[in-house]
DNA sequence: TGCTTAAAATGAATCACATTCATTCTTTTG
DNA sequence: CAAAAGAATGAATGTGATTCATTTTAAGCA
């Protein structure tokens, strides 16, 4: 018995470098696995194969781990975003390509979504922090291409930027929440077109404006008939 | 002493008809003030005046009486709301109406939103509950009106209701978590207008449309002096 | 009105966790 | 190699929800 437990005492303290990566790591595990609530320390320190006390040693609280957790994860993603950006023509399409691509996001990992949504709410009254910041650069990126957009004429400029984010990241969000709620599979591809044509045409019928021209048109046809008898 | 205490004891016990309703008016005072998890059940006994083990005569758990807090205030907006739009006309002016009512009820209460709006993740992976068909009861009311606006003909029939439904949602909510945040003050006339316009008729410039009817306007009037040259 | 029994209320005890900290191991340094 | 510094440990602490044996009140009945 003695033995084993000299043994054990004797491998190599591993290196610390890769400490906080274990930890991280593990608490994403049991994060996804149990929630944020029912996900211990305990748990966590278990399946990092370290003691509770270590944790603390790298982190403030059981919160800012999730933060940690949640930073990283979707850290990777806004930059791989950001890159594929560069490279797609005129605002309307980046912005459809936001859509999409966090559609794509969410339907990816459904126990993240599940904790960022939930880090939102519980980063509540604290400081202006990196979750702050972070929740705010999808919105960024969009505001930003919706201010192209305006620029160049493709849309109106009569509108609220914030407002027609807001509108487009709620859509994403209730969809999301759906999708973590339920489970029930989402058509990523349908899902874009639907917010897309919504945001970009909005939900009027045309046809007031159609039968006009219609009316128009079919005068003008008259007229020229008359003009030229040929 | 011992008389006071005599006293005391004496004293009829409040009507239990009440208990429950002194337990969740004490709930929303403190859980307003002091969040959900900081509201502890001692200080809501204390508030209450009774025993903490008495309130778990009346509730399952600490969230089951967060539930009936939240259901308890929203209902009776809900009934409200739904009983105004009755004397509302048109789909159109109706879900106008469902926006602007919810930024005012969201301003109305900032304790209150927060504790909606964290409740509604704590349910995450439980039955569908109450909360459940509350939440999905604005959506309800607004995808209804959408569909009529479709029927006769004010709105497009090709995009998805529930999509258009999420928008106007997701578009309040993220208003609501903003000022739930930051408690800047929202104008609700404002970003009522900003919500509609957006969703009533995108956001794509008018222009292309505009310029035809504009040339073809210019021509016809040029065909119509030469044929009346009076 | 007094007696008996069921229902309600109580609050001290329990339990589940996050967090702390005195102690024990490891590594580094001189 | 010894001493100091840095890490890791896990038992102890603190907080707060939840339980339950006991006490108090109300209701039914003579």
């Not at 049991?30 to 370290?50: L, M, P, T």
């Amino acid at each position: 018995m003695t033995l084993t437990i000299v043994a054990l005492k004797d491998a190599p303290r591993p290196p610390k470098k890769h400490r906080v990566d274990t930890i991280v790591e593990s608490a994403r595990k049991v994060f996804c696995a149990s929630g944020f609530e029912k996900g211990s320390i305990e748990n966590i320190a278990k399946v990092a194969g370290i003691a509770e006390g270590t944790i603390y040693r790298y982190f403030e609280s059981k919160r800012s781990l999730l933060e940690e957790v949640v930073r990283r994860h979707y850290d990777l993603f806004f930059d791989d975003i950001q890159k594929s950006l560069a490279s797609i023509e005129s605002p309307s399409n980046r912005l459809r390509y936001l859509i999409h691509r966090t559609l794509l996001l969410i339907l990816e990992d459904r126990g993240m979504c599940r904790l960022r949504t939930l880090y939102r709410l519980l980063e509540n009254n604290e400081l202006p922090s990196l979750a702050r910041n972070q929740n705010l650069r999808m919105a960024d990126m969009m505001a930003h291409e919706i201010k192209s957009g305006m620029k160049d004429g493709s849309f109106r400029s009569d509108t609220s930027p914030s407002i027609v984010c807001y509108m487009i990241g709620g859509a994403l969000e209730l969809t999301e929440f759906s999708y973590v709620q339920t489970g029930t599979a989402i058509d990523a591809d349908e899902t874009t077109e639907s917010i897309w044509q919504t945001i970009h045409g909005g939900i009027s019928s045309k046809d007031a404006t159609e039968e006009s021209l219609a009316r128009l048109i079919e005068r003008l046809t008259q007229v020229t008939d008359r003009l030229d008898p040929a």
